[in-house]
């Protein structure tokens, strides 16, 4: 099991930064694959940044070169910095967990929500 907490979430003008917080209840060294997605209003859920242990970051194109995704292994917390916000960034962000043993488990936080506006 592994419970996820975001924070950091709040509303922000264009061009502006922000800086997720999710926080992981167990060692995040052994969680296969982090990730952030974000779900606007009326649209379905995607991701915009994944972390896989042992690979490089994946950023989502439509976000590359303004949003990184890294971890704090000391506390346990993954990270999404967000820079140059655009009014499209608007949505409620959610941190997500993947784990392949014992068994398959997906897991998310309740997310947090971003609003970009002027």
């Known amino acids: 099991q592994v419970h996820l907490v975001e924070s950091g979430g709040g509303e922000v003008q264009p061009g502006g930064s922000l800086r997720l917080s999710c926080t992981v209840s167990r060692d995040i060294t052994s969680i296969d694959i982090m990730g952030w997605h974000r779900q606007a209003s009326g649209e379905e859920r995607h991701s915009v940044a994944t972390?896989?242990?042992?690979?490089?970051?994946i950023i989502a194109d439509h976000v590359k070169g303004r949003f990184s995704v890294f971890r704090d292994t000391s506390t346990n917390t993954l990270y999404l910095q967000m820079d140059n916000l655009k009014p499209e960034g608007t949505a409620t962000y959610y941190c997500n967990a993947q784990v392949f043993l014992p068994s398959h488990g997906d897991y998310w936080g309740q997310g947090t929500q971003v609003t970009v506006s002027s």
């Open positions: 972390l896989i242990t042992g690979a490089a970051p």
